[in-house]
């Protein structure tokens, strides 16, 4: 498997005011992009051609994945990921794709996922976590079949996580209707209710939903992803900085305290600033004292 689909046309609705700036794939995590490292995790497992789709300030995804083979496809109307993967069939040429949520971070072994997909020559095997926040996958006594999603087909509650990463055959398209907005979960029903939607648990690594405010900014409080304070910050003498990841041109001017904080690139806290479990994320300089807020 050569290729992959990294979802990038959510509305981000759960990462609001940050993705009136910013489409919520490319939110900074270590002053990357996320999509950046979910590209990066593909080609790791070897992939070397990517299809991203875009929706919401698609001219924010200018010159992603520079070095890499990327296409994107705008979507005028949002597709979802059902119509998003149809949109993508003629570029996907008959072969097989990794799809990998854009809001997603994962050190997951994903060649282990790609090695069994093509072993099973099923229409789609998902990655699964056996622990995490939202266990709504049931699986079969031999864990590769998926019976029931969120107990939708009445089988089970479910068991195990669903990463947000998974393969797609081409045979699949075929369950998904052209031209509509729709999902992919009524197809994977159709699939599991036939006992072809395959799995592979992976819970080795690290997997993180970063879609939310309080995961963001856990991501960043947990992951040792590269320097905290970027080479180009300034960091002013008397300005106080703990644990905090400050970004590529942002300023800290001397007086300030940043504790439990992400400052986007280009920020500016004034000398008379607190901040509390914040981000930074406008242009504009920040002063005064905030716990928990978006400014």
Request: with cysteine.
């Amino acid at each position: 498997m050569k290729q992959a689909f990294i979802l990038g046309a959510g509305l981000g609705n759960r990462l609001r005011p940050l993705t009136a700036r910013l489409p919520k794939p490319l939110v900074p995590l270590f002053h990357r992009p996320l999509a950046d490292w979910a590209l990066e995790a593909c080609a790791r497992a070897g992939i070397g051609r990517f299809a991203v789709n875009t929706h919401h300030l698609p001219e924010a995804w200018a010159g992603f994945g520079a070095g890499h083979d990327v296409t994107l496809f705008h979507e005028p109307v949002l597709l979802e990921t059902g119509g998003g993967m149809k949109n993508i069939g003629t570029w996907m040429g008959g072969g097989a794709v990794l799809v990998h949520n854009g809001d997603i971070f994962s050190t997951l072994p994903l060649e282990r996922l790609i090695a069994a997909h093509e072993a099973s020559g099923l229409p789609v095997t998902l990655a699964l976590r056996s622990t995490g926040p939202a266990l709504h996958i049931a699986l079969d006594a031999t864990g590769k079949r998926v019976t029931d999603i969120h107990g939708m087909l009445g089988k089970a509650k479910g068991s195990h996580l669903f990463t947000g990463i998974y393969c797609v055959s081409p045979a699949f398209l075929d369950l998904i209707p052209a031209g509509e907005k729709i999902s992919v979960i009524p197809a994977f029903l159709q699939l599991a209710r036939a006992g072809q939607l395959g799995a592979i648990v992976l819970d080795e690594g690290v997997w993180l939903d970063l879609g939310d405010r309080a995961s963001y900014l856990q991501a960043h409080r947990e992951l040792i992803l590269g320097p905290a304070i970027h080479p180009q910050a300034t960091v002013e003498p008397g300005a106080h900085v703990e644990r905090s990841v400050i970004g590529p041109g942002a300023v800290m001017r001397a007086g300030s305290v940043v504790r439990d904080s992400v400052v986007w690139a280009g920020g500016e806290v004034t000398g008379d600033a607190v901040l509390e479990r914040c981000i930074v994320f406008s242009a504009e300089p920040v002063s005064g004292c905030w716990e928990d807020a978006d400014l």
